[in-house]
């Protein structure tokens, strides 16, 4: 099924110019039951439709506000029917679009206190090797602890920081009805290294501890289906061609998760022991 993506190497590299498929258009498509992708070919947006309106998670780069919105609307979801907004981290390839995204809808936004510097300034926080990719700040309407749950109409999803790949990563989860059987689905903020300095970053000092206590608390997690804010990390567009081509299944598989956490472990320690090996600049 989906090949693991361990690299971060696109977040490292891709400033010098994004990868074409981070704006290239994509028809949105329904995942399971109320959820729906509304992201480009390389970057995920995820549609939750409710009775009482819709939430929309992660807004990935400026330049895909405008195609972002026509996918919603295309669903025969009017913009001022996106109530809630959501994201996985301050990075602008997930929330460049946000703050055009909250002026347009008029819906209230809710992230983690990690993050809320980084978003509220518009611009990443923690030493790496990309430097500083600016955004559009966010107003914050309300901050999000471990564990709450929002709801919006029969929808609620349950923050769970896993911090790391930002101080204020949040995975974000909800139980679904998959044709008469009930799915746990995890929406999973990104845990790889990705270019972070995970030896003496001075805007990000717990870095390490985090990751590890990140990859112990989502090991001890169970999910149906996982979705990634990379759709190449989970295999999101694989999956959906797959089930066009009849597997009814193709998003169902619930020891993805479990894989993605040893092989991010594994490519994390890897990164730390070669950062501890490296003589560090004062």
């Not at 690299?7 to 329904?30: E, Q």
């Not at 709450?148 to 929808?155: E, I, P, Y």
């Not at 190449?232 to 009849?246: K, M, N, P, S, V």
Request: hydrophobic share 40%.
């Amino acid at each position: 099924m989906a090949a693991l993506v361990l690299a971060g190497a696109a977040s490292a590299a891709a400033w010098a110019g994004p990868p074409a498929d981070w704006t290239t258009p994509i028809k949105p498509f329904h995942i399971v039951d109320n959820i729906y992708y509304v992201g480009s070919e390389g970057l995920a947006a995820y549609l939750i439709v409710s009775e009482q309106g819709a939430i929309l998670l992660d807004a990935p780069l400026a330049a895909n506000a405008d195609q972002i919105e026509r996918n919603i609307e295309s669903l025969g979801v009017p913009l001022h029917d996106v109530r809630l907004l959501l994201s996985s981290h301050a990075h602008a390839d997930h929330v460049g679009a946000m703050a055009a995204l909250k002026r347009d809808t008029g819906a209230r936004y809710a992230a983690s206190a990690g993050d809320r510097w980084a978003l509220e300034n518009g611009r990443n926080q923690g030493d790496n090797n990309y430097g500083i990719q600016p955004f559009d700040p966010i107003k914050l309407d309300e901050v999000v602890s471990d564990g709450q749950k929002l709801r919006l109409g029969d929808v609620e999803l349950t923050a769970h920081l896993t911090p790391g790949h930002t101080a204020g990563c949040t995975s974000w989860s909800m139980t679904v009805n998959d044709r008469g059987t009930s799915r746990e689905v995890l929406f999973l903020c990104s845990i790889t290294v990705a270019g972070n300095t995970l030896i003496g970053n001075r805007s990000y000092p717990t870095i390490a501890e985090d990751f590890r206590a990140t990859f112990a608390k989502l090991g001890a997690m169970q999910a149906d289906i996982v979705l990634s804010g990379h759709p190449d990390t989970t295999g999101i567009l694989e999956r959906q061609a797959q089930r066009a081509d009849g597997d009814e299944d193709a998003f169902v598989d619930p020891d993805l998760l479990a894989r993605l956490v040893d092989a991010h472990k594994e490519s994390f320690e890897d990164a730390l022991s070669k950062a501890r090996s490296t003589p560090q600049r004062p």
